[in-house]
């Protein structure tokens, strides 16, 4: 689920988007005019009218939801839905607040289909590339994300890897991080050309999640000599990283909210998610043990 800062901004930014077109704003000068009246207000000070689309309505209760209790929460989607029943977001939070990812991902598969139907094909395929940096592909892009999340989680990592491509045809500077997870799905199955593929795409990563899959990837191809390479990056961008792989260092029960490159923070997140690659792996927590 989104957070509630990011629901915040991206609340505001809709509302921006939406009082900018409802005003016919086109010119550079005309929008940055009105960017600069609206500069250190917030969403509560914003006076825009309240003629608002079934659409905008059912939105604004999603992001109220996302910050209020479940029960309230529960009443504000069902209110969403009634509204506008296409949105995605209404199936996103239904599924983050399933139990087991096979429920879950029932939601979020709705979420994709009613994103698809809103959107329509005409404008899919008229505007691939510039996702998500469009506010109202944001909903649909999330089911996606997370229909990919769960299918991975139970073990359907072809079509976890698909759902992951879509994502990045469709927003390639990749603003939620598919990359990241299309990366450890495909060290799950051996696609090591989807591998290849990334590291060409995006080559200028440095995090942990990347640095250390790229040592596993060429463990798994038994190419010592680069992953010994590779290792020196990896260990520079996060040191922390090894004694959680080894166990040294125990992982918290509750994962941290935010992470920082280099930090432990980092570290738990990469290795909560991708310790079991790790472990599958001949020789490769061995390496590690070489290396400490």
Known sequence: MANKKNNSSEQMMAKLVQEMEKQGLQSEEDIKSFLNGVIGKNIDELNFGTNESKEDQAQDLIYEAWESSPKKAKQLILQAKELDPDNADVYNYLGDIENTPEKALDFYEQGVKAGEKKLGKKFI??????????????????SLFNSARCLALLDQNEEAAEKYF?????????????????????????AFKIIEALLKEYPDEYGANWTYN????HIKKNEIKEAEEEWFMAINTNRHV??????????PK?????????????????????LHLWEETEGALDFIKLKI
């Open 166 to 190: 879509r994502i990045l045809k469709l927003n390639p500077d990749d603003n939620m991080g598919a990359r990241y997870e299309l990366f450890s799905v495909s060290l799950e199955i051996n």
């Open 214 to 217: 790229k040592v596993l990837y």
């Open 254 to 274: 509750k994962l941290p909210d935010y992470m920082s490159i280099g930090y432990a923070d980092e570290a738990q997140c990469y290795v909560a998610e991708n």
């Open 125 to 142: 395929k008229e505007n691939e590339g510039h996702f998500w940096l469009m506010i109202e592909t944001r909903p649909y892009m999330r």
């Open 242 to 251: 090894p004694r959680y792989l080894l166990g040294k260092t125990k992982l």
